[in-house]
């Protein structure tokens, strides 16, 4: 069942002028199942941050963008945020919030944004499934950087949304605590029957933690499939413009690759 529907999504660089104007993404489109976790990935400047900003509703696009059945344009943002939830690269500012009273933020938009339902099962469930429990009465500002992710990731979860988006959900974290985050969020998008998108510059994580890879190039989709597909030279030299070296790995059974 199709949940997310792209189709011929261009986004220009405002504020120039039309000859001097380019387009950031071009006539992108794809449709995206229930249930479905897919990883983003491209060189710098591709254009995944700007796509998961038209999903959202924060850009003004041309094309369409249909979300069960309804154009998200059409939608007002109290709608668009009971269906879609966003985590950011990186909190520019932490806020002075308990961890608690951060997950509770996520229930705003099914309360018309004027008071959090802190007894709502849904914040709960958030923060059972982050294995947050003990951290619930923490400062968000004395927790280390993959605690904090998992803080955001769980305020998305109590949105109850259909459709998770995170820009880079990794950035930033040592290795252990990389793999961690994103088995969770595998594991999430089966149990709350949930699609995600996660934008990742770690070819091997997208190959290892997502059912399929979308790349852009220079604003384009380049390519769309399954890690098999994904994992040539030349599938990686038309998203990157570069030779990489694909090592054989007999414990995951897919090569991991690395820049040559």
């Known amino acids: 069942m199709t949940l997310l ?17 380019r387009a950031i993404l071009q006539d992108v489109s794809f449709d995206l199942k229930r249930a479905e976790c897919v990883a983003l990935i491209g060189p710098n400047g591709a254009g995944k941050t700007t796509l998961l900003r038209c999903i959202l509703g924060l850009n003004k696009f041309l094309g369409d963008i249909i979300l069960e059945d309804r154009d998200i344009s059409a939608m007002c943002p109290t709608q668009r945020a009971q269906r879609i939830a966003y985590v950011p690269q990186a909190l520019e500012h932490i806020p002075d919030l308990s961890v608690r009273e951060l997950i509770e933020m996520g229930r705003y938009c099914h309360n018309d944004y004027a008071v959090c339902d802190s007894s709502h099962p849904s914040v709960y469930r958030a923060i ?13 500002i004395s927790l280390s950087g993959g605690e904090r992710q998992r803080c955001l990731i769980a305020a998305a979860l109590a949105q109850d949304p259909t459709l998770l988006l995170l820009d880079e959900p990794t950035a930033f974290l040592d290795p252990g605590v990389r793999e961690d985050i994103l088995r969770w969020v595998t594991k999430l998008s089966t149990e709350r029957d949930m699609s995600v998108v996660f934008v990742t510059h770690d070819i091997n994580a997208a190959a290892s933690y997502s059912e399929r890879v979308i790349a852009l190039r220079a604003g384009q989709l380049v390519f769309d499939g399954t890690a098999t597909f994904l994992l040539n030279q030349q599938s990686l030299s038309q998203i990157y413009s570069r030779d990489f070296r694909l090592i054989p790995d007999p414990i995951r059974n897919i090569p991991v690759v690395v820049a040559a």
């Not at 792209?6 to 000859?19: G, I, R, S, W």
């Not at 982050?130 to 619930?136: G, N």
């Open 128 to 140: 059972e499934q982050l294995d947050l429990l003990t951290l619930c009465n923490r400062s968000l």
């Open 5 to 21: 529907s792209l189709k011929k999504v261009t986004y220009h660089a405002p504020f120039m002028a039309p000859e001097k104007s």
